[in-house]
Structures are given as structure tokens and as C-alpha cells.
């Protein structure tokens, strides 16, 4: 019986709505067929979230799919007046991104400079290496340090910039 009175509703409901589409526009017959397929779907889910054979979050998500739809549509119509305030927002993020960076990079340059100068000696013992050390040897104890020291294995930059300095020196000094 229940069958029965919901296929007559179901007839009498698809009647009525090819009445209305047919004495529809015809150019607003699209938004009109839109419309009823989105009803449609919305009060499906519904249907099959009462009845438990479909999960609440997949009769959510259909409910809100045309909401979201009519908020791009409102979005769509503000951007004209969103657009400039976006531009001036990203414009200012970008400034104050270049003052830090440039302030970082005066602030690195200041520390470099306060750093003391490394003699030759200071670099051999840096690098635990000898007067006489070849090429090799100054490479292979940097490789070997700078394994344990760098700022990616745990090290800092500090000692990671003070056995680069040393390699380069001592380089530097076996290159005259």
C-alpha cells in the first residue's frame, strides 16, 4: 500500500512538473531543469541518509554542494570590489617579506664581519691536519668534520662556517 501511494505521488509530481516545463521560457527552461536535478539530488541523499544507506558525511556533502555554488557565485560577483584589496594585501606581505630578508642579510653580514679572521694555524688545527698536508688530506678531514658538524646532522652553523673557512684557507694557501 505504501508502494502504491508513494509511485502516485511520484506520477503525479512528474506531471506537474512537465506541465511547468512546458509552459517555461525557453530560455529559462536550463535553469529551471538545474534546479529540480539539484533538488532532486539534495533530497535523495536525504532520503538515503535516513534510511542508513548512505553515511552522513555523503548527505552533508550534498547539502552543501549547492551552498557552495551560490557562494561563488556572490564571490564572483564582489571580486571587482575584493580584487584591489587582495593586490594592496599581497603587496604589503611582499614588502615586509623584503625588509626581513634584507634585515636578516644585514644582520648576517654584520655577524661574519665580527667574526674573527683565521689564521693558518688556526686552520690546521681546525681541520686536525699538518703543516705539509696535501690537497687530499685537507678534503678528506673537511669531508670528515663537516659529516659531524653539519647544521643538517645536528651541527650549527657557526662551526659548519668555521670548517668551510679553514678548507678555503688552507686550500687558498696550497694553491700559491
Same mark, same amino acid.
Given at each position: ?36 536535478? =539539484?533538488?532532486? %539530488? ?6 538515503? @541518509? ?9 548527505? $552533508? ?5 549547492? =551552498?557552495?555554488? #551560490? ?7 564582489? =571580486?571587482?570590489?575584493?580584487?584591489? %584589496? ?5 603587496? /604589503?606581505? @611582499?614588502?615586509? #617579506?623584503? &625588509? ?8 648576517? $653580514?654584520? /655577524?661574519?664581519? +665580527? ?8 686552520? +690546521?688545527?681546525?681541520?686536525?691536519? &699538518? *703543516?705539509? *698536508? &696535501? ?11 663537516? #659529516? ?10 657557526? =662551526? /659548519?662556517? +668555521?670548517?668551510? *673557512?679553514?678548507? /678555503?684557507?688552507?686550500?687558498? #694557501?696550497?694553491?700559491?
Amino acid at each position: 500500500m505504501g508502494r502504491m501511494i508513494l509511485l502516485i505521488a511520484v506520477g503525479i509530481f512528474a506531471w506537474l512538473a512537465i506541465q511547468k516545463f512546458k509552459y517555461t521560457p525557453p530560455d529559462k527552461r536550463r535553469k529551471l531543469l538545474v534546479q529540480w536535478v =539539484l533538488i532532486a %539530488l539534495a533530497l535523495a541523499a536525504v532520503l538515503l @541518509a535516513i534510511t542508513g544507506r548512505l553515511h552522513w558525511v555523503g548527505a $552533508a556533502i550534498a547539502v552543501v554542494l549547492p =551552498l557552495l555554488g #551560490q557562494a561563488w557565485r556572490t564571490f564572483g560577483r564582489h =571580486l571587482p570590489w575584493i580584487a584591489p %584589496l587582495i593586490a594592496r594585501h599581497t603587496q /604589503a606581505r @611582499a614588502e615586509k #617579506q623584503k &625588509s626581513t630578508d634584507e634585515k636578516a642579510h644585514r644582520d648576517h $653580514a654584520s /655577524a661574519t664581519d +665580527r667574526e674573527p679572521q683565521l689564521t693558518v694555524e688556526e686552520a +690546521r688545527k681546525i681541520l686536525s691536519v &699538518s *703543516a705539509h *698536508a &696535501s690537497r687530499e688530506e685537507i678534503i678528506g678531514a673537511h669531508r670528515k668534520l663537516i #659529516q659531524k658538524f653539519h647544521p643538517d646532522r645536528g651541527g650549527n652553523d657557526y =662551526l /659548519a662556517s +668555521r670548517i668551510n *673557512a679553514a678548507k /678555503a684557507l688552507l686550500l687558498k #694557501q696550497l694553491d700559491r
